[in-house]
Each structure stands twice: as C-alpha cells, then as structure tokens.
Nanobody, 116 residues
Framework: QVQVVESGGGLVQPGGSLRLSCAASGNIFSINTMGWYRQAAGNQRELVAAITSGGSVNYADSVKGRFTISRDNAKKSVYLQMNSLKPEDTAVYYC??????????WGQGTQVTVSS
C-alpha cells in the first residue's frame, strides 16, 4: 500500500505564509507528477499547483506569483510555499501523487484557514 501524508496546514492572517509538505511512502518507487489540489466549502476540488518528475510546474491562475511548488525526489516529497495568503485561499488542501503507470494516490487533506 502507498501512504501519502500531508502536514503544514493551519490558521494564518491575511498576507501571511504557510508551507505545506507531503511525503509518499510504501509500495511506490517511480513517481511521475506530484501536485496540490484544494477544495473550499461548497466548491469542487481544483488544481492549485503541479510539478512533473522533470521539474516542470503548473499553477492555477489564482495562485500564480504567490505560491511555489517544489519537490525532493529522493524523499518522495512535494512542498507548497504559500505567500501573501488571502481569505479565498481557505480550503482543505490535498496532495496528489501519480506514479509511472498512472496510479493516483491522495493524501487525507490538511486545512488551511486564512482569517483575521
């Protein structure tokens, strides 16, 4: 079995920063794309940022310039640095891992709340 574990969520003031971490473990050896999705109350889950095994990145327009995704292949980890946070960034953030044969694994989600 593959485990995907997230951490780093919490409550921050508008304009503040958080860094989310996600690590994959278990029966997985070759990871293709890793990414972050979020789901706000009443909304569908949406892509926030993704990064390929080669380092190519993709961001949602709403976070471009504020968020930075990175990965550590040796640690099978992906990170999301979130700066200049806005109340509309409030959501449950989910880590998504895709392996080389197309299997997808999700983390349990971590709550990010941006509020004064």
């Amino acid at each position: 079995q593959v485990q995907v574990v997230e951490s780093g969520g919490g409550l921050v003031q508008p304009g503040g920063s958080l860094r989310l971490s996600c690590a994959a473990s278990g029966n997985i050896f070759s990871i293709n794309t890793m990414g972050w999705y979020r789901q706000a109350a009443g909304n569908q889950r949406e892509l926030v940022a993704a990064i390929t095994s080669g380092g190519s990145v993709n961001y949602a327009d709403s976070v471009k310039g504020r968020f930075t995704i990175s990965r550590d292949n040796a640690k099978k980890s992906v990170y999301l640095q979130m700066n200049s946070l806005k109340p509309e960034d409030t959501a449950v953030y989910y880590c998504k891992v895709r392996d080389a044969i197309g299997s997808i694994y999700w983390g349990q989600g971590t709550q990010v709340t941006v509020s004064s």
